[in-house]
């Protein structure tokens, strides 16, 4: 080291203000010990809080999860057009006998025929076991006189004619099959009988699908 050098004072490193305030305390400055005070963990002074921030923190979650499971139970709640639309009323007075209207229900074509006695003594005259989707009549009718049956062939959903087929009650053009006056499957193709909607009848003349 030169002479010049050391004639150079030296830096001292530099100190961060809270050190040097410790290190060289002044009188000018009133230090407040309860102000720096600290708690140890799990202290019993401060348990009542932390119960309360967690407890108070797990109700607003829960409310918001409440609320997000009923705004999704009401998104699927039918609407009113909906409800309408899943039952029809339908008026029997004005189909003769031995004839067939179709309505439209949920999109779809329903039969309904007016039976003639005749009707209902070819239906259950047939020998049960030998259909390929064994049912009687009457447990496909809840009055004898009245067959409805949805009109969806159970082949490959075309819509069978009415009063056609070998056996007087709907053929399919599309690939065949036969229905009987029942409604049940007798030939070609198709795996099983029409169905059978829900129904009742509100009274002699009205009759209420769905």
């Known amino acids: 080291m030169s002479y010049a050098d050391s004639l150079v004072p030296k830096k001292e490193p530099e100190v961060p203000p809270t050190v040097a305030a410790r290190k060289n305390p002044s009188p000018k400055i009133v230090y407040d010990e309860h102000n720096h005070e600290r708690y140890p963990v799990g202290d019993p002074s401060k348990r009542a809080f932390a119960y ?5 923190g797990r109700f607003v979650y829960a409310s918001l999860l409440r609320l997000l499971v009923l705004k999704f139970i009401l998104s699927m ?13 339908v ?21 309904i025929r007016c039976r003639t006695e005749d009707d ?24 004898p006189e009245w067959l409805v049956v949805v009109g969806v062939c159970t082949h ?8 056609a087929g070998d056996f007087g009650g709907w053929f399919c053009p599309c690939h065949g099959s036969h229905y009987d006056i029942s409604g049940r499957i007798r030939k070609g193709p198709a795996p099983y009988n029409l169905e059978v909607p829900t129904y009742s009848f509100l009274d002699e003349n009205k009759l209420l699908i769905g």
């Open 52 to 56: 309360f921030v967690l407890t108070g």
């Open 77 to 89: 709640s039918a609407s009113k057009d909906v409800l309408a639309l899943a039952s029809l009323e």
């Open 91 to 111: 008026d029997l007075a004005s189909i003769e006998p031995g004839t067939t209207v179709t309505v439209k229900w949920r999109g779809k074509p329903v039969f």
């Open 120 to 143: 209902v003594k070819l239906a259950n005259s047939v020998e049960v076991g030998s259909l390929r989707d064994p049912q009687q009549d009457s447990e496909r009718v809840k009055n």
């Open 156 to 163: 490959l959903g075309c819509i069978p004619l009415p009063n």
